[in-house]
Antibody, heavy 123, light 107 residues
Framework: QVQLQESGPGLVKPSETLSLTCTVS?????????WGWIRQPPGKGLEWIGSIYHSGSTYYNPSLKSRVTISVDTSKNQFSLKLSSVTAADTAVYYC????????????????WGQGTLVTVSS | DIQMTQSPSSVSASVGDRVTITCRAS??????LAWYQQKPGKAPKLLIYAASSLQSGVPSRFSGSGSGTDFTLTISSLQPEDFATYYCQQANSFPPTFGPGTKVDIK
């Protein structure tokens, strides 16, 4: 069973960089699939941040692209998110998730999710 | 970006009721649509992908239909565990975008 777990600081100061890691168990990232980050501000809807393949190939949301870096560490079976120059608007629950495939074709649906971690941006 | 809208924004229903939620895309997305269920404090759960394909392990009372710009999620007989918020999401083009959600609560 594929499981994902987010980790990282729950509080980040404005203008600093938010850093989160997603640890995957039950599946080797090196075997395939894209892996993504999605966030949800308190009481609001879902926003896709970006996705990464084990090779390092990435897709980013254009609205965040200038501030986002997603990386992968296959030796640790982890992938990570960095979001720079954060403001209060970046306060959200951050989820990591697996991007699904439909009949072998990458389809940006999200079939396995972590439990989410709340990151608050505040001084 | 493709904008996703949902209606209604909330619906009150009773156990056993048939519930239908509508999702509309701002441009055609073929069948590249998913539905998720989210309960308070939990991650979203994939219910339907490719507009009408049931994700493994999801009860058959959930069904999806539509293509192009208009889609529906139907719960044929609402169960107590189905009270939640439901989101649609398009996967036709980047960036993937989600609808604003429909909350299904107890009447």
């Amino acid at each position: 069973q594929v499981q994902l777990q987010e980790s990282g600081p729950g509080l980040v100061k404005p203008s600093e960089t938010l850093s989160l890691t997603c640890t995957v168990s039950g599946y080797s990232i090196s075997s395939g699939y894209y892996w993504g980050w999605i966030r949800q501000p308190p009481g609001k809807g879902l926003e896709w941040i970006g996705s990464i393949y084990h090779s390092g190939s990435t897709y980013y949301n254009p609205s965040l692209k200038s501030r986002v870096t997603i990386s992968v560490d296959t030796s640790k079976n982890q992938f990570s998110l960095k979001l720079s120059s954060v403001t209060a608007a970046d306060t959200a629950v951050y989820y990591c998730a697996r991007v699904s495939e439909v009949r072998g074709v990458i389809a940006h649906y999200f079939d396995y999710w972590g439990q989410g971690t709340l990151v608050t941006v505040s001084s | 970006d493709i904008q996703m809208t949902q209606s209604p924004s909330s619906v009150s229903a009773s156990v056993g009721d048939r519930v239908t939620i509508t999702c509309r895309a701002s441009q055609g997305i073929s069948s590249w649509l998913a539905w998720y269920q989210q309960k308070p404090g939990k991650a979203p759960k994939l219910l339907i992908y490719a507009a009408s394909s049931l994700q493994s392990g999801v009860p058959s009372r959930f069904s999806g239909s539509g293509s192009g710009t208009d889609f529906t999620l139907t719960i044929s007989s609402l169960q107590p565990e189905d009270f939640a918020t439901y989101y649609c999401q398009q996967a036709n083009s980047f960036p993937p975008t989600f609808g604003p959600g429909t909350k299904v609560d107890i009447k």
